[in-house]
């Protein structure tokens, strides 16, 4: 069956200008990458490259998870979910968690390397406080007084 003479005219003209405005898209794409390529490989002088100096922060008061202060906390953390994967190792979790909330750090600005990933220290975190464990855990270290991280509701 053949289309109305309307119909396959309307469509014509629309893949026409599909076409065209696909056509401006692509140079613009291309224009942005020559422009960030341009950016990233031009020769950076010595006056540039001593811009601003970043230091990872290392307070007297963030030491890592000590194996007594292990050994008070173990006992209270759940060692299985209720449901789907198996908890990554809480230790380092929770010494991620303590190095933020004694150094008064970002989330984003926790170690890496040393702690593990920031976004699960942060959703352990909002697990614990929301179970309550939190305050348990802050309990049985002794270190009441200490301020929670930064979280969305504060």
Not at 7 to 26: C, P
Not at 43 to 64: D, F, H, I, M, Q
Request: one cysteine or more.
């Amino acid at each position: 069956m053949a289309e109305p003479v309307e119909q396959r005219n309307f469509r014509f003209g629309w893949s026409v200008w599909r076409r065209a405005h696909q056509a401006v898209g692509a140079r613009c794409k291309k224009a942005s990458r020559a422009a960030r390529r341009h950016v990233l490989y031009r020769e950076v002088s010595p006056e540039e490259r001593t811009g601003l100096k970043v230091s990872v922060l290392a307070p007297e008061g963030a030491a890592p998870l000590t194996d007594e202060e292990w050994e008070i906390v173990e006992p209270l953390i759940p060692h299985k979910p209720p449901a789907g994967r198996p908890y990554h190792d809480h230790r380092t979790v929770l010494g991620g968690i303590l190095w933020v909330a004694r150094t008064g750090s970002s989330w984003r600005e926790m170690p890496e390397e040393e702690y593990g990933k920031w976004e699960r220290a942060y959703r352990r975190y909002e697990l614990w406080l929301k179970q309550g464990l939190w305050e348990r855990i802050l309990q049985a270290l002794g270190e009441e007084g200490l301020p929670g991280p930064t979280t969305k509701e504060s």
